[in-house]
């Protein structure tokens, strides 16, 4: 049985550059997996340092702040707005292109150093919208915030001034530096943690995302120079081309709104369920962003160009096909993800957090987040690639309305669920936002966009089948392993190895026996790149 590509239905259509998606989402994953794994030794490093205590809760709600801001100033708009225009003058000239950079560098120069200066005079008052619920526990958990946020402001210069030189390679198509500065970030407390906490503690955190968020912006801004484009300013407020992007991200800056009330919402009901909850939380949230980074970012964003230049060009049937190869890889290599997190969850929080002051009762804790939160994954990795299809088609009104309706639901469920299960309540909560969210951009795109062919659809249930018969492999294989390994971290790392390796294997039979596309793609490139 051979699942059918979109080509098949689409014979007189020019088929879209396959391989070059899966190699530019190829180095943006190796970028994305050396990223996920240095940021992994990184929350190694502060479970072992600090385990999950208040002090990491504190740590947690500073680092939040130069992070929203970065994504309200930034993030939101370099898939949105930034990409898509830059992408679309760097078609036209080398010059005009240089132009358009320049007046970006000036304007972002000038609002970031006022926002750096605002940050340091309003730390408290944001600490306390933050972390109000620590003063009941730990008022010097509060202090220790406002502290902390302080330290961290600058971040939010380098954090964002290196996002838009981001959107600058990505428009050229180069993807190498970006996957390698977004890896180098975090290794800034890897490094000055250890050096550092017998000196200042915990803000030795601090430093370490101060260091790596400076290296970060230091290796875009040299790869966008080796691109031929000079780091001048060029004050130019009027610029057409800033007006396009402002006109762009207008609607996702009023969802970006919403959602700092939910995020800020979550945080004040997180920290007023224990000092621990919100450290719990952030482990939990590690292991399931790995695979979203991995995975759908990378391919969302390597697909973004190219759906934003066959929009321009017109060629609807190579945008439909390109979005759908898409949509298969993303969901062929999430559900194993997910899968193996699911049943080997417990596991792995052991191999990787608990040491040091990090207890088996957090594992628990841990995991039983987890559980919860890859419900939300498998939504929001479908949903990356949803959003960034209609930002290729200049369309930033529908995913941000999307996004403001789907933050009501994070409120009603947080607000009905935090009292009888406290900070699982906000996991729920956080699970049915997203599964919200992704269920209506589908129906819009098959309003605006039209169906995705037979070929997306069949290979999804094809997925799904083979999905099922990973994780009763990988079930049985840890239920043979009870009783029967030792215990600590040998016995964890030998269920993950076995009983992770044998559902992997069985997945990918299962993929190749039904012909999957996609599959035959990534095991193409995979002996491509093996010696001979």
């Known amino acids: 049985m051979r699942v059918p590509d979109e080509e098949d239905e689409e014979k007189e259509a020019a088929p879209p550059p396959a391989r070059g998606l899966a190699r530019s989402a190829g180095v943006l994953a190796i970028g994305n997996l050396a990223s996920r794994v240095l940021g992994l030794l990184r929350e190694i490093v502060i479970a072992a340092l600090f385990g999950a205590t208040g002090q990491v809760s504190a740590f947690r709600v500073a680092a939040q702040v130069p992070t929203l801001l970065y994504d309200f100033l930034v993030g939101g708009m370099l898939s949105a707005a930034l990409v898509p225009v830059l992408s679309d003058y760097a078609r036209r000239s080398r010059q005009a292109f240089a132009q358009v950079v320049g007046a970006l560098i000036a304007l972002f120069v000038v609002v970031l150093t006022l926002l750096v200066i605002a940050l340091e005079i309003v730390a408290p008052a944001l600490a306390m919208l933050l972390a109000g619920g620590f003063s009941a526990a730990d008022p010097a958990l ?34 190498t530096f970006p996957a390698i500065a977004t890896a180098v970030f975090n290794l800034g407390i890897v490094l000055a943690a250890p050096l550092l906490t017998p000196i200042i503690g915990i803000f030795s955190l601090a430093v370490g995302l101060l260091l790596g968020s400076l290296t970060q912006l230091m290796l875009m801004a040299a790869d966008v120079r080796r691109a031929g484009i000079p780091l001048a300013l060029n004050v130019q407020w009027r610029h057409p081309a800033l007006r396009r992007i402002l006109w762009l991200y207008l609607p996702i800056a009023a969802g970006l709104i919403v959602s700092l009330f939910q995020v800020g919402l979550d945080r004040r009901l997180a920290s007023g369920t224990g000092a621990q909850s919100i450290a719990w939380m952030a482990n939990a949230t590690t292991l399931q962003q790995m695979p979203l980074g991995l995975i759908s970012v990378a391919i969302s964003l390597a697909a973004l160009p190219r759906l934003s230049q066959f929009y321009a060009a017109g060629d609807e049937s190579a945008y439909r096909q390109t979005l759908g190869r898409g949509l298969r890889m993303v969901w062929m290599l999430i559900l194993p993800a997910s ?38 994954m498998l939504f929001a990795a479908v949903d990356f690639p949803l959003n960034f299809a209609f930002y290729a088609r200049f369309n930033t009104w529908l995913p941000a309305l999307v996004g403001v309706v789907s933050v009501g639901v994070y409120v009603v469920a947080a607000l009905a669920l935090v009292q009888p299960l406290g900070y699982l309540g906000l996991v729920w909560a956080d699970t049915a936002k997203q599964a919200g969210h992704a269920a209506i951009m589908v129906l819009l795109l098959w309003r605006v966009v039209g169906r995705l062919r037979a070929g997306t659809l069949a290979g999804f ?55 999957l596309p996609e599959a035959q793609t990534l095991a193409s490139a995979i002996r491509a790149r093996l010696p001979r």
Not at 154 to 167: D, I, N, T
Not at 358 to 364: I, K, R, S, V
Not at 477 to 498: E, F, K, N, Y
């Open 339 to 376: 899968i193996l997190l699911w049943v080997l969850g417990a596991p792995m929080t052991q191999l990787l957090f608990e040491r040091g002051a990090f207890t088996p009762a957090d594992t628990l804790q841990v995991v039983r987040a987890l559980n919860i939160y890859l419900l939300g």
């Open 142 to 175: 509060l202090t220790l915030t406002t502290q902390l946020i302080r330290w961290l402001a600058p971040v939010v210069w380098f954090l964002s001034l290196a996002g838009v030189l981001m959107a600058v390679l990505y428009a050229l198509q180069r993807f």
């Open 461 to 515: 249930a094809v997925i799904a089948l083979a999905g099922g018969a990973m994780a009763a492999v990988t079930y049985a294989t840890t239920t043979l392993l009870v009783g029967r390994l030792p215990v600590g971290a040998p016995g964890a790392l030998a269920s993950v190895v076995v009983a992770g390796g044998m559902g992997i294997i069985a997945y990918a039979a299962m993929l190749m026996v039904f012909r």
